[in-house]
């Protein structure tokens, strides 16, 4: 006996409405989660015993209760959603609108798993904000007021690393990565970066990263000295950056 391919599956197309629904009435959240363990204030894994100290139990209890921390708007503040209720945190003047703190004044779980979450990176520190990168749309920590396009670790050079030109295929360093845009920035005779017909294939809301060629320079003794250099600049995602293996690996000075 054959079996049918459709023998045992569900109905995908019910399957797919009902997630479609519970996915609209799912807010559009992180879930609470414990952070993973790390320091020495949770030996014994999430069922061991607390700490008996209550300053050193209100850390663990930050770390292994199932949270959800959530930069608010205005500075300093961060909702911190957890089994037994929301609140407000606010690291500027250290305070929670918990009754741990309300009552007893002490630096609550809320505050210490703000502080946790803010060390690793998964929120914002007060005074950032998160934007997109412009090339994967990966979220970036940036400065909250400062406004342009940004880039992300992975796709952001190092001032004074090598990169290479996709266009032409030649070898630069970068002397800087700026935060604006393709289409805003202007080269000295009033061209915007973007209207470059090289520069077609590459996004005009990408941040421009400023670059000199090296030409044969990379070859002759001593370090490389860009000082005097004519500076180009470039979409960021026009300039490929190096692996390790590709890198010359001649000292760059002047940049
Ligand atoms: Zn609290
Ligand atoms: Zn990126």
Do not use: W
Not at 1 to 27: E, G, I, Q, S, Y
Not at 100 to 125: N, Q
């Amino acid at each position: 006996m054959t079996p049918t391919l459709t023998a045992d599956r569900p109905d995908r197309t019910a399957d797919r409405r009902r997630r479609a629904v519970r996915d609209r009435r799912r807010p559009a959240r992180r879930s609470r989660t414990a952070l993973p363990s790390t320091g020495p204030d949770a030996p014994d894994g999430p069922d061991g015993p607390l700490a008996v100290d209550p300053d050193a139990e209100r850390s663990v209890r930050a770390r292994r209760e199932p949270m959800a921390v959530f930069a608010l708007r205005s500075d300093d503040q961060y909702l911190v959603d957890t089994d037994g209720g929301s609140y407000v945190v606010d690291v500027g003047s250290d305070t929670c609108t918990c009754p741990d703190y309300g009552i007893r004044h002490r630096r609550c779980k809320h505050l210490r798993r703000v502080d946790m979450e803010i060390g690793i990176g998964r929120v914002p520190a007060p005074g950032e904000r998160v934007a997109a990168c412009a090339v994967c749309g990966t979220g970036v920590f940036v400065p909250a007021r400062e406004s342009g396009a940004f880039l992300c670790g992975d796709h952001r050079p190092a001032v004074g690393s090598f990169v290479r030109d996709r266009e032409a295929d030649k070898l630069l360093v970068v002397t800087g990565v700026t935060t604006t845009r393709a289409d805003e920035y202007r080269t000295r005779d009033g061209t915007r970066i973007s209207d470059y017909e090289t520069n077609a294939d590459y996004g005009d809301h990408e941040p421009v990263v400023e670059a000199v060629y090296v030409g044969n320079a990379v070859r002759s003794p001593g370090p490389l000295d860009v000082s005097g250099r004519r500076r180009y600049g470039f979409p960021a995602s026009r300039l490929r950056r190096l692996a390790p293996n590709e890198r010359p690996h001649t000292p760059v000075i002047g940049v």
